[in-house]
C-alpha cells in the first residue's frame, strides 16, 4: 500500500533554497549581496539581551502558564492602551513561540478537512503549509494591483466557497502594502456574519513609513490578531510571538498548546518584559528601514522594474519583470550566478503571476544594497 505523506504536499521554501545556494557560493570564496531573506540585520537591543541573562541567572528557566507568563500578558495589554487606545483583556492574550506556533494553534483548533484555509495569492507562503499540516483545503484568493493587492469582500463573492479562516497581512509579505481599516472592517463583517473567522497578521506593524498601520483589534473582538517581536526587534531567534483572540477560543487553544508547546520560551518570555520599552531603538531601526526603501524604489524603478505598488510597510519591495521576457525562476537563478545578487521568485508567494514577479528583501546594510544594485544593473544590461 502506498502512503501519501503530508510533507510531499508541501511546496519548497524557494527563499531558503536560494539562500542555502549563495552560501555555498560564498564558501567558495564569492561576494553575494543578500536581498532574498526578511530576516533583520539589526542585533538585538540590548536592554533585553540583559533581561535575559537576568534570568538565566536567576534561575527563571523552568515551564511557564501554557499560555504565556501573566505579567507578559498584562504587558501586552497596556501596550494596546498606550498606542491604538483600545482595551484588550489580558486574558485573550496568548504567547507562543513564535508567529509561527500561533498559526499551527488556530490551524489545529479551527481547521480541517471541511473547513479550508483563505490566503491572498500573492501572500506569506508558510499559511498554506499550515493548512496542508492538519489536511485542510486552501483557497487561494489571486490580488493584483487593481485592488492595491488587498483581498476585498468582492473577492470573497466570487468564491464557491467561503473560507472558515482568511487569513491577511498587514503590512504584507512580499507587496508590503498597508490594508485599508474600511477593507478589514468590511471582511470582517462580512467573514462575521457568515460565521467565519477573520486573521490579521500584524508582524511588521511596527515597520510603516507615512501611513499608520493600527490594529484589526480596534474593529471587532471577534477578529483574530497574530504579532510578534521578530521583526520589529530583530528577534527572530528568540522564537517568541503572541495572538489575540476572541473568548470563545481561549480554552481551545490552551488544550492543544498544553499538548503540543507546553509553554513558549521561558527565557523569551522573560526578555521580552523590557521589549516595550526600547522604543528610541525601535524607531531608529524603523527609520533605517524607511531610508532604504526610499533608497531602492527610485533605484528599481530606474532598471526597469515595474513596482505595481510603492511598499508602505514591512522591507520588501514586489517588482514585476515582464520587460526581460524570462521567468521569475530562471531570472532569480541567474542573478545569483552571474550577478552574485540574491532575490526570491514569485513562486514563493503563489502561483498568480508568480513568473512575472519578484521580491526583494531591503533588509541590508545601505552600502551593501547600493552594491547591489550596481551589479543589477550591470547584469541587466546583457539580458
Given at each position: 500500500?502506498?502512503?501519501?505523506?503530508?510533507?510531499?504536499?508541501?511546496?519548497?521554501?524557494?527563499?531558503?533554497?536560494?539562500?542555502?545556494?549563495?552560501?555555498?557560493?560564498e564558501?567558495?570564496?564569492?561576494?553575494?549581496?543578500?536581498?532574498?531573506?526578511?530576516?533583520?540585520?539589526?542585533?538585538?537591543?540590548?536592554?533585553?539581551?540583559e533581561?535575559?541573562?537576568?534570568?538565566?541567572?536567576?534561575?527563571?528557566?523552568?515551564?511557564?502558564?501554557?499560555?504565556?507568563?501573566?505579567?507578559?500578558?498584562?504587558?501586552?495589554?497596556?501596550?494596546?492602551?498606550?498606542?491604538?487606545?483600545?482595551?484588550?483583556?489580558?486574558?485573550?492574550?496568548?504567547?507562543?513561540?513564535?508567529?509561527?506556533?500561533?498559526?499551527l494553534?488556530?490551524?489545529?483548533?479551527?481547521?480541517?478537512?471541511?473547513?479550508?484555509?483563505?490566503?491572498?495569492?500573492?501572500?506569506?507562503?508558510?499559511?498554506?503549509?499550515?493548512?496542508?499540516?492538519?489536511?485542510?483545503?486552501?483557497?487561494?484568493?489571486?490580488?493584483?494591483?487593481?485592488?492595491?493587492?488587498?483581498?476585498?469582500?468582492?473577492?470573497?463573492?466570487?468564491?464557491?466557497?467561503?473560507?472558515?479562516v482568511?487569513?491577511?497581512?498587514?503590512?504584507?509579505?512580499?507587496?508590503?502594502?498597508?490594508?485599508?481599516?474600511?477593507?478589514?472592517?468590511?471582511?470582517?463583517?462580512?467573514?462575521?456574519?457568515?460565521?467565519?473567522?477573520?486573521?490579521?497578521?500584524?508582524?511588521?506593524?511596527?515597520?510603516?513609513?507615512?501611513?499608520?498601520?493600527?490594529?484589526?483589534?480596534?474593529?471587532?473582538?471577534?477578529i483574530?490578531?497574530?504579532?510578534?517581536f521578530?521583526?520589529?526587534?530583530?528577534?527572530t531567534?528568540?522564537?517568541?510571538?503572541?495572538?489575540?483572540?476572541?473568548?470563545?477560543?481561549?480554552?481551545?487553544?490552551?488544550?492543544v498548546?498544553?499538548?503540543?508547546?507546553?509553554?513558549?520560551?521561558?527565557?523569551?518570555?522573560?526578555?521580552?518584559?523590557?521589549?516595550?520599552?526600547?522604543?528610541?531603538?525601535?524607531?531608529?531601526?524603523?527609520?533605517?528601514?524607511?531610508?532604504?526603501?526610499?533608497?531602492?524604489?527610485?533605484?528599481?524603478?530606474?532598471?526597469?522594474?515595474?513596482?505595481?505598488?510603492?511598499?508602505?510597510?514591512?522591507?520588501?519591495?514586489?517588482?514585476?519583470?515582464?520587460?526581460?521576457?524570462?521567468?521569475?525562476?530562471?531570472?532569480?537563478?541567474?542573478?545569483?550566478?552571474?550577478?552574485k545578487?540574491?532575490?526570491?521568485?514569485?513562486?514563493?508567494?503563489?502561483?498568480?503571476?508568480?513568473?512575472?514577479?519578484?521580491?526583494?528583501?531591503?533588509?541590508?546594510?545601505?552600502e551593501?544594497?547600493?552594491e547591489?544594485?550596481?551589479?543589477?544593473?550591470?547584469?541587466l544590461?546583457t539580458?
Amino acid at each position: 500500500m502506498k502512503v501519501t505523506k503530508r510533507s510531499d504536499k508541501i511546496t519548497p521554501f524557494y527563499v531558503m533554497e536560494l539562500l542555502e545556494k549563495a552560501k555555498a557560493l560564498e564558501a567558495r570564496g564569492k561576494n553575494i549581496v543578500h536581498m532574498e531573506v526578511g530576516e533583520p540585520d539589526f542585533t538585538t537591543p540590548e536592554a533585553i539581551k540583559e533581561k535575559a541573562i537576568e534570568a538565566i541567572k536567576e534561575n527563571r528557566t523552568l515551564y511557564t502558564h501554557s499560555l504565556g507568563m501573566p505579567v507578559l500578558r498584562d504587558k501586552i495589554s497596556e501596550y494596546y492602551y498606550e498606542t491604538e487606545g483600545i482595551h484588550v483583556s489580558p486574558e485573550r492574550i496568548v504567547i507562543t513561540s513564535g508567529t509561527s506556533g500561533a498559526f499551527l494553534l488556530l490551524s489545529a483548533v479551527l481547521l480541517d478537512r471541511g473547513n479550508p484555509l483563505g490566503i491572498s495569492d500573492p501572500g506569506y507562503p508558510c499559511y498554506r503549509n499550515f493548512a496542508l499540516l492538519v489536511n485542510s483545503p486552501i483557497i487561494s484568493v489571486p490580488v493584483s494591483e487593481e485592488t492595491g493587492f488587498e483581498v476585498t469582500v468582492d473577492h470573497l463573492r466570487c468564491l464557491k466557497k467561503l473560507p472558515n479562516v482568511l487569513i491577511v497581512s498587514t503590512p504584507s509579505n512580499p507587496t508590503g502594502i498597508v490594508y485599508r481599516e474600511e477593507t478589514l472592517h468590511e471582511l470582517c463583517m462580512f467573514l462575521s456574519e457568515k460565521g467565519k473567522v477573520l486573521v490579521s497578521d500584524e508582524i511588521y506593524k511596527g515597520l510603516t513609513y507615512g501611513k499608520k498601520s493600527g490594529t484589526a483589534l480596534a474593529l471587532s473582538e471577534n477578529i483574530v490578531v497574530i504579532n510578534g517581536f521578530s521583526k520589529t526587534h530583530a528577534m527572530t531567534g528568540w522564537r517568541l510571538g503572541w495572538m489575540v483572540v476572541p473568548q470563545t477560543l481561549i480554552r481551545p487553544v490552551q488544550k492543544v498548546a498544553q499538548n503540543v508547546f507546553i509553554s513558549p520560551p521561558t527565557i523569551s518570555q522573560h526578555a521580552a518584559l523590557c521589549a516595550f520599552d526600547v522604543k528610541d531603538e525601535l524607531e531608529e531601526m524603523r527609520k533605517t528601514y524607511k531610508a532604504r526603501r526610499d533608497f531602492m524604489l527610485p533605484q528599481l524603478k530606474q532598471m526597469g522594474f515595474h513596482i505595481p505598488v510603492d511598499p508602505e510597510g514591512a522591507f520588501y519591495i514586489y517588482a514585476n519583470i515582464n520587460k526581460w521576457g524570462i521567468d521569475s525562476m530562471e531570472f532569480v537563478e541567474r542573478a545569483l550566478n552571474e550577478a552574485k545578487v540574491a532575490i526570491t521568485p514569485g513562486y514563493d508567494f503563489g502561483t498568480y503571476k508568480a513568473g512575472s514577479h519578484i521580491r526583494f528583501s531591503y533588509a541590508n546594510s545601505i552600502e551593501m544594497l547600493q552594491e547591489g544594485c550596481k551589479r543589477l544593473e550591470t547584469w541587466l544590461q546583457t539580458l
